[in-house]
């Protein structure tokens, strides 16, 4: 079965880190550029950080500049997502996704909840709580 399934997600507080993992089952990231999306309640879902399937390249969301940081490892087939200084407002599902059709990360991150995403992870709660 292809899949995306994500994990790390949970309760923390304010100022707080936590790292969620993304990993690939049934097939291999390597030639995918990878994206982690999040939907907060009431909000529509949006790019929050993606990384290249070509040189590694970066993109992040402003207002989570400075705080996250993608990365992936092609040997384990796994991309993470560490969130540092975590605020009330990153509450949000985070999902990760998969794209043979974007290979630069700002083009999935913007473009993404349109079109091109060959594959969605179910998506994992964060919530930054006191």
């Known amino acids: 079965q292809l899949q995306l399934v994500e994990s790390g997600g949970g309760l923390v507080q304010p100022g707080g880190s936590l790292r969620l993992s993304c990993a690939a089952s049934?097939?291999?990231?390597?030639?995918?550029?990878i994206g982690w999306f999040r939907q907060a309640p009431g909000k529509e879902r949006a790019g929050v950080s993606c990384?290249?399937?070509?040189?590694?390249?970066?993109y992040y969301e402003d207002s989570v500049k400075g705080r996250f940081a993608i990365s992936r490892d092609n040997a384990k087939n796994t991309v993470y997502l560490q969130m540092n200084s975590l605020k009330p407002e990153d509450t949000a599902v985070f999902y990760c996704?998969?794209?043979?059709?974007?290979?630069?990360?700002?083009?999935?991150?913007?473009?993404?909840?349109?079109?091109?995403?060959?594959?969605w992870g179910k998506g994992t709660l964060v919530t930054v709580s006191s």
């Open positions: 996704v998969a794209s043979r059709r974007f290979t630069f990360a700002q083009n999935l991150c913007i473009m993404g909840n349109v079109y091109g995403i060959d594959y």
């Open positions: 049934g097939f291999t990231l390597d030639g995918y550029t």
């Open positions: 990384i290249s399937s070509t040189d590694g390249s970066t």
